[in-house]
């Protein structure tokens, strides 16, 4: 579906609608609950709990190297609590400020660890989540769990925004252009976060993360090994969300932007591979995670956070 986003004038450009945000966006101030939630595997995951309590529960899910500091982290929780909803912010193992105790970390497909969260919030509320809202990596995360569940899934909803549909896509595209500065920035992120966890615990690994200078060599060298995969191409094949869509079962609102500099035109899903279930919003403009609009630079909003809870809303029901 072609949507109505016009961004902000003076933010055209794929790049600024990427980084304006993350400078210059209005940061709410939220009164959280932080709990640490134990996993079977001797592990743990931090989750932010808003206090004002409602009977509508919305799990958000971070990007790569991303937290509750994040700009869309904040924003949508903050508009969630202001809508009548109660947000809660999952951590990825290793992203709340505290190391993780494993030598593993979380990845692009860690659906498990959602599974966990996602039964741990109806064995604290009584219900399940009423939604789950992903951004970037954390939409990956969503689709793909959505998709191996099927049927059985217990949301009534769920949004993906700025999705990485296809992880080789991804790797190559930040390997091009000016979208080289997220990768040096993302990759720098987490070179200090494997070299700051195994000066605690051993290393199973041979390698100096100082070395591996893309995402390909990451995840080839740090992520596949740590998590069970054989490899960067394993990895990808087996935990891109794109060949997941199909079966999602549950109404589903996918935010995606042509000119994310992320990705590849090419990276989208056709057609075919949606279903009745997915509506899915696709923008000229937008960047990776941006979605800004505005009259006027005082006046800014983010477009895509009034897109989720419209999706959200009991009229969509």
Known sequence: MKSDFKP???LRSA????????FFKKRHKLDLLTEQVELDDGDFIDLCWSKKTSDKTVLILHGLEG????????????????SGYQPVFMHFRGCS????????????????DLTSIVEHIK???????????????????LLKWLGETGESNPLKKAVAVSVPFRLHDAAERLQRGVSKIYREYLLKSLRKTYREKFKHIPTPLKVDVKQLKSFWDYDDKVTAPLHGFDGAQDYY?????????????????????????????TTLPENEELNSNIEYLSTRHGGHVGFISAKTPFTTCSWAEEKILDFLSDENE
Request: glycine share 8%; with cysteine.
């Open 237 to 265: 094949d087996q935990c891109s969300s794109r060949q997941f869509l199909k079966n999602i079962d549950r109404p589903t609102c996918i935010i995606h932007s042509l000119d994310d500099p992320f990705m590849f035109v």
């Open 15 to 22: 790049h600024l609608q990427t980084l304006w945000p993350v």
């Open 67 to 82: 937290s509750i500091r994040s700009h869309y982290a904040n924003g949508i929780m903050y508009q969630l609590e202001q």
């Open 8 to 10: 902000a004038w003076w």
């Open 97 to 112: 400020g505290r190391m993780n105790r494993l030598a593993r970390a979380y990845h692009s497909g860690d659906t498990g």
């Open 123 to 141: 064995n604290t509320t009584a219900n399940y989540p009423y939604a789950v809202v992903g951004f970037s990596l954390g939409g990956n995360v």
